[in-house]
């Protein structure tokens, strides 16, 4: 089947419509519209849930019936079910035509799984979990790549009401139990290998690793897979337990669960520290979900209006946007989901891999992270050699600020490639509410390099040293008023101590999220960095993102880090830290070239007083550069208590930093 041909109508005017037509409310701008999201919560949320449908045996009767901040209830007396909301599109979509989930993995197995196969799957699973004695409220830990099965796990503890968390098996064994032991699981399913990179791993000792630092896990669900070197023994295997098909499983419904339920478990980055364990409920994650989707702009993919739709959003399962990923089954949206490397091997880069999935897949939503598509530009990519890209549509960016050069970039690639009308949905959010704050509205104008609009129902603002409002200032990023998708809490937190601590203890009452932002006078926003990393030159402050995407647009530079080494009574010491392409030199030139860079883009005030040649640049399993522990170290603290090696996505690249903090003595010294 065809996508129709006349562009899809955006989410957020048929949501405008429906205003009109079922409240009587209408706006002349998108200002106006997102003024009331943010002032009526009341009426805002209720519309959300009446929109979307979302189906409860108990009509609500109120959506907030506490407005504090923490602890705000929504929609008091409604039951919901993430697998409720996903599994009511199976009969539309088969008979349609439309797979749920379209799948590949680096060996080019290409496998697409039908709706009504994954509402059997997600049956006979919960049965099966069911009979391994979990049991509502029971917290089950998932250690499995991106696969149907990861998703399939997940709905299934959904539907009968089990607690959700999921680690990415190219994480090591502490950085998992650091967060799993915290939670106290007592099912633990697992994936016994994994193929990345080019190579099959084995994670068959890992999983027994897994479960003995486990104590609270009274059995193993065991995904078997091609390449685990030992055959471990598993109480029950993932083959039987999605295997029925009879009367029960054609029976089975999802559990009916209050509002606030704990739906899953998310993780910050734990780079200090044990991580903190996030507890979303699933009313709120369902209502946050549907109110991102307006701006997210995916339909049903049986739908006349978005007809044909395919979303890929590239994830690890150890990102939030694998949730993201995962919201589009909830839409009614056909999944294409890649397990791999989207760079290829080590040995062999080709950062073409994903566009050719997106090809072969009809793909028409494409997301990564902020940093791929860069890596894709300085790679010299050539998307139109990857095949029909036609039928993209949009393309989104998160995880770091999205340069105005990249987005270029990526609008002349898609033109070439044949798909001229191409759409950038830059986000910026987080795990901690599982959702964005700022990001795209399609009927917006777009500026490259900038996101389009505040999200509607959150109140955000840009506050200045003095806590007050600014716009076309950088300033602290911060909600005022709450989302149903802010954490229940931290699992485990004594009075709710951390929680208070990670996001309130600035302003009580108004969340801080740790961001620079600036808001400018169209609405349009930019996301400098870190608010906690940033740059204060002589009193001018600069977020990190601003000196990166100076230095990094030149092309000899592959990656790059600077950090701020504010020392008591002396003044400020900034070292910047480059990867340059193999063959290129850190020589008497290329500083200077560096450093003009800098002047001209920025200011002189944001030259380096050193520039370092290095191998890597650490990054959180996120992709996230690891600004603040690098800094804490060249401080002089030790780095075992400043950054989790097992939280990194290269912990070896720590070696050469941890040498040059002892050579340097916590002290600033000039001269490279």
Known sequence: MKPTSTPCIPQIRLYQDWLREQRGLAFDSYDALWRWSVTDLEAF??????????????????????????????????????????????????????????????????REMSWPELRRQVASCALALRALGVQRGDRVAAYLPNVPET???????????????????????????????????????????????????????????????????????????????????????????????????AAFEPEWLPFDHPIWIVYSSGTTGLPKPIVHGQGGILLTMYACGLHHDLGPSYGANNFGERYHWYSSTGWVMWNSQLSGLAFGTTVCIYDGNPSGSKEKPDWGVLWRFVARHKVTFFGAGAAYFSNCMKAGLEAKASGDLSRVRALGSTGSPL????????????????????????????????????????????????????????????????????????????????????????????????YLSSYFDTYPGVWRHGDWLLIGQDGGCIIYGRSDATINRQGLRMGTSEIYSAVEGLPEVLDSMVVDLEYLGRESYMPLFVVLRPGVALDAAMRATIEGTIKTRLSPRFVPNDIFQVAEIPRTLSGKKQELPIKKLLLGQPIEKVVNREAMANPGSLDWYVDFAAQRGGAPKSGG
């Not at 791993?201 to 897979?225: C, F, W, Y």
């Open 45 to 110: 949320w209720r519309s959300v849930w009446d929109w979307s449908g979302i189906r409860s045996p108990a009509p609500p009767t109120v959506a907030l019936a506490d407005a504090r901040m923490p602890g705000a209830r929504w929609f008091p007396g409604t039951q919901v079910n993430y697998a409720h909301e996903v599994l009511r599109h199976v009969d539309a979509a088969h008979a349609a035509g439309m797979p749920a989930i379209v799948s590949e993995n680096e060996l080019g197995e290409v």
């Open 151 to 249: 998703m399939v796990a997940f709905l299934a503890c959904s539907s009968i009401g089990a607690v959700w968390s999921l680690c990415a098996p190219d994480m090591g064994t502490a950085a998992v139990v650091d967060r799993f032991r915290q939670i106290e699981p007592r099912l633990l399913i697992a994936a016994d290998s994994v193929h990345y990179g080019g190579k099959a791993l084995d994670r068959s000792a890992v999983v027994q690793e897994l479960r003995a630092a486990l104590p609270s896990v009274e059995k193993l669900l065991l995904l078997r897979t091609p390449f685990a070197a030992q055959q471990i023994p598993a109480e029950a295997a993932w083959s039987d337990a999605v295997a029925r098909d009879d009367g029960e499983t």
């Open 403 to 498: 340069s105005e050069e990249v987005q270029r970039w990526g609008t002349a690639q898609l033109r070439a490639a044949g798909a001229p009308e191409v759409w950038w949905y830059n986000i910026s959010g987080g795990t901690d509410f599982c959702g964005a704050f700022v990001g795209g509205n399609r009927e917006l104008p777009e500026v490259p390099g900038q996101m389009q609009c505040r999200f509607l129902g959150a109140a955000v603002e840009a506050w200045n040293e003095q806590g007050q409002p600014v716009i076309g200032e950088v300033g602290e990023l911060v909600c005022t008023k709450p989302i149903p998708a802010m954490p229940l809490c931290f699992w485990g937190d004594e009075g709710n101590a951390r």
